[in-house]
């Protein structure tokens, strides 16, 4: 590759991560999640971030800082506590990574100026180049292993991202067992510095480079006479050894060089230094230039991530600086789905089929939400479906646990998060079901559910056990006495309220026995209902009053659903 | 005596001082407690779906009765909702079936052969009344306590088997255990006002302001609670700049405090 091209393409790819980590960082103080995000212009956010900065810098929070960089940071000490297989990979790639770009990508840099006499064909440099990609490789795979056993699923951005690495790396190894093993690059450095054009003088050296440097020459047949040995190794002293050893060191390289040797020349003669050059070049050039828009770029905000939360809690922040976290919470996540497997409601989601109650999940479609890229109603032409409407019923089956913040290896306030995504949700026309359902009155309910399509269908909604509601001769036992009215402390406490209850809870029970269930679903009774128990416990007739008002509510998600999106019917 | 401790989803973290509490106590007193991977008890899907509240709920049975261990929670609800579940799983073979073979999808089992407990039922008949009051070292005399049972530990009785629903005692004799005195006060079998908090939120205030008002008119100085909800709920209502009307406290830590346990270990 020529310089002037080498040159272009490195300034380009670098102008395209500078710019891109801008405009990805710039989401951070533009991005608005949760109401209280959206009174905070992005520029009053940049201040509230500085003002926070300077004043936990000025702080004693400070002094938590240098070892939440050292053990959070560089030694992933929250990962560490969550698994030590993906703690190890992960430390694996970091490591290998950073060491790989310091010696060997920046070597003019730093190898070269920290390490006189600097040369990536010697020792030990031959060696360690090898040693850190092997250790992004092995990290990779264990990560790779760890998800795989885990039964996590492959995401598309992460897939980019280790597909990208590898890249780099295996063209990095093939460049370097190429070059090890090819006589063009052979005779191409000798004419540089042995100067000889015949090949009777360069045959000594040939045949010391091929003994023990193992390139593959293709028309050196049979042994070696020692003194055409001993001659090559002095020659070799004089021109090379300043910047050649052996290359055995090199513990991946040589060996897929000998492996390689029987079609070095068929390699050579496709001039596979080149475009192996090329392809090893331009994997790392759009390495660098999509960072900002790979999952790479967690490298950049989880460590802020981590910093902050050492710094203080989001409650201690304002609202501004909460927004900004928030924002960069959706960047400093690296699905690693950690969250997820500890989740506490992990296996309503697999028994719901709604991976919407995950925390992975829950993260992104609060993102989808604010960035707008969610049909924010989620309306379709028949009622309600989609992705929105599974996002909130995720949002809202959230026990709030905080056993996701607590894993979190890359600290993120999941917690404060969840909550800011609700009223999202809420403002966006997708409140917990408690709220959709009693912003209509419960004969509204009854109207949509009579004009539907399904209204008269006599099957009930799945479920694996007989309704308590459904038979109506149950209530025949109902004497109407009113007990259950009497000792509800939600009927005592609406007395006198602008809004009160609609039905009482003998009503309701009244309407079953009548059999019209449906105009009790989107009662305000049943969804006041504080579920103490005092009616069921004193119904001198065994009524399982609250029982039958919790299995109301669910009824009436999976009934007023289907017509939730429905026009008011004529 | 060794049991599986049911922290449900609001102790670890909105009050880790009950866990801490609870270790604290029962540790003291020679309960082993065993840590499992529990998931929520089932209690918010209630609102969505009966069978998935009773899945959830069973599979927590399961990886108890894995351990071979009864089930001990410090939560009423979590204690409620799990109750509930083998209540519907024993009048329902259809349901029994569904969640039998949705559990063995996991390799689980359960089959009824485990206990669901609730804290102070374990302190009052398991451990022993007498048990502790003599391992009292610091009796908390002359201190007047309002006991709130909460909803869902107590009622409906035939589900719960805490106590007589109407005029329960357990609670009072584990007060009067730490030497406090127990208060009668006519709202403690009231509801706190928590499950409704989210659905309508000042009737919810309503009714937990009016608690607090009664438990204060009638001489209490603590409010003494064994559930997160409950106890959340009235800490939340108290907040706000002026002095809490009454003080709340969990009873592990009035029990922890007349243990002679350090405040530290109590959460204090």
Redesign the interface.
């Known amino acids: 590759m020529s310089p002037a091209l080498f040159q272009t393409l490195l300034h380009a790819s670098l102008a395209l991560c500078v710019l891109g980590l801008l405009w990805r960082a710039s989401a951070w103080f533009r991005l608005r999640i949760g109401p209280d995000a959206r009174a905070a212009t992005p520029w009053r956010r940049v201040l509230a971030v500085c003002h926070g900065v300077g004043a936990a810098l000025f702080s004693r929070r400070v002094l938590r800082l240098p070892g939440a960089l050292v053990l959070d940071v560089l030694l992933l000490r929250r990962l560490f506590a969550s698994g030590k297989l993906r703690w190890l990979g992960h430390l694996l790639i970091l490591a290998g990574f950073t060491l790989l770009l310091m010696m060997h990508a920046l070597a003019p840099l730093v190898s070269a100026r920290l390490f006189p006499g600097y040369q990536p064909t010697l020792v030990p440099y031959l060696f360690l180049r090898n040693l850190f990609g092997v250790m992004v490789l092995v990290g990779v795979a264990l990560l790779l292993f760890g998800r795989w056993r885990a039964g996590l699923p492959s995401r598309p951005m992460g897939a980019v991202f280790v597909a990208l690495l590898g890249l780099v790396l295996v063209s990095g190894f093939l460049l370097e067992a190429h070059k090890i093993a090819s006589p063009r690059a052979f005779y191409r450095m000798a004419q540089q510095f042995v100067g000889a054009a015949g090949s009777a003088e360069l045959k000594p050296l040939r045949a010391f480079w091929a003994s023990e440097f193992g390139v593959a020459f293709n028309d050196l047949k049979g042994a070696i006479a020692p003194d055409l040995l001993a001659r090559g190794r002095k020659l070799h002293g004089d021109a090379c050894a300043a910047c050649h050893t052996q290359p055995a060191a090199a513990f991946v390289s040589y060996p897929v060089a000998r492996m390689l040797a029987p079609a070095t020349g068929f390699l050579d003669a496709g001039g596979a230094d080149t475009w192996l050059l090329y392809l090893h070049l331009c994997a790392c050039f759009l390495g660098l230039a999509s960072l900002p828009f790979t999952r790479l770029f967690h490298a950049v905000a989880a460590p802020i991530s981590v910093l902050i939360d050492a710094a203080g809690p989001s409650s201690a922040m304002s609202a501004a600086g909460r927004a900004s976290r928030r924002a960069l919470a959706l960047d400093a996540c690296v699905r690693c789905g950690i969250c997820d497997l500890d989740c506490?409601?992990?296996?309503?989601a697999r028994?719901?089929g709604n991976p919407g109650l995950l925390p992975s999940y829950k993260l992104m479609s609060t993102g989808a939400l604010a960035g707008g890229h969610q049909q924010r109603s989620g309306r379709k032409r028949d009622g309600l479906g989609g992705e929105a409407l599974r996002a909130a019923?995720g949002a809202f089956?959230c026990?709030?646990?905080?056993?996701c913040?607590?894993r979190c290896p890359v600290a993120l306030d999941l917690?404060d998060l969840w909550a800011a995504g609700r009223g999202d949700l809420a403002a966006a026309g997708l409140p917990?079901?408690?709220?959709w359902i009693?912003a209509r009155p419960a004969f509204a309910w009854a109207e949509y559910l009579e004009a539907s399509p399904g209204a008269h269908t006599s099957s009930e909604p799945g479920?694996?056990?007989?309704l308590l509601s459904a038979d109506s001769r149950l209530f025949s036992r109902c004497v109407q006495c009113q007990t259950c009215t009497n000792v509800c402390?939600?009927v005592a406490?609406?007395m006198g309220?602008a809004?009160g209850i609609d039905l009482t809870p003998q009503k309701v029970m009244n309407l079953l026995r009548l059999g019209l269930r449906d105009l009790t679903l989107g009662s305000r009774m049943v969804?006041?209902?504080?579920?103490?128990?005092?009616c069921?416990?004193n119904c001198p007739e065994g009524l399982?009053v609250?029982?039958i008002m919790?299995?109301l509510?669910?009824l009436a998600?999976?009934r007023l659903g289907t017509v939730r999106g429905l026009k008011e019917p004529s | 005596m060794t049991y599986a401790l049911f922290l449900g989803c609001k102790i670890p973290y909105r009050l880790p001082a009950y866990e801490a509490s609870t270790r604290a106590v029962l540790g003291h007193l020679g309960v082993t407690l065993v840590d499992l991977a529990f998931n929520c008890c089932g209690y918010p899907a209630r609102n969505v779906s009966r069978d998935a509240f009773v899945v959830a709920a069973a599979r927590n049975l399961a990886l108890a009765e894995r351990a071979g261990l009864d089930l001990l929670t410090p939560c009423a609800c979590c204690f409620g909702t799990l109750r509930h579940a083998i209540r519907f799983l024993g009048e329902d073979a259809e349901l029994r079936a569904h969640v039998t073979r949705t559990l063995a999808a996991e390799g689980l089992v359960w089959s009824e052969k485990i206990e669901v407990e609730h804290l102070l039922a374990v302190l009052a008949r398991k451990v022993g009344i007498d048990t502790v009051a003599t391992a009292v070292r610091a009796p908390r005399a002359g201190l007047r306590v309002a006991a709130q049972y909460g909803c869902h530990a107590l009622r409906p009785s035939d589900v719960t088997g805490m106590d007589n629903p109407m005029t329960p005692t357990l609670f009072e004799t584990l007060i009067r255990a730490t030497g406090a005195t127990p208060v009668d006060w006519p709202r403690r079998l009231d509801c706190c006002g928590d499950p409704l908090h989210e659905a309508n939120t000042g009737l919810s205030e309503r009714m937990t302001r009016a608690k607090i008002a009664d438990a204060v008119e009638s001489g209490a100085e603590v409010l003494c609670t064994a559930c997160p909800h409950c106890h959340l709920r009235f800490d939340a209502a108290q907040t706000g700049g002026r002095d809490p009307a009454i003080h709340t406290l969990l009873y592990t830590q009035l029990l922890g405090l007349a243990l002679g346990l350090p405040e530290k270990t109590l959460g204090l």
């Open positions: 506490s409601v992990a296996p309503l028994y719901l019923e089956l026990t709030d646990c905080g056993r913040t607590d917690e917990a079901p408690a709220q009693k479920g694996a056990y007989a402390p939600v406490h609406s309220s809004h969804w006041d209902c504080a579920t103490c128990y005092q069921q416990e399982r609250a029982d919790l299995e509510r669910a998600v999976q």
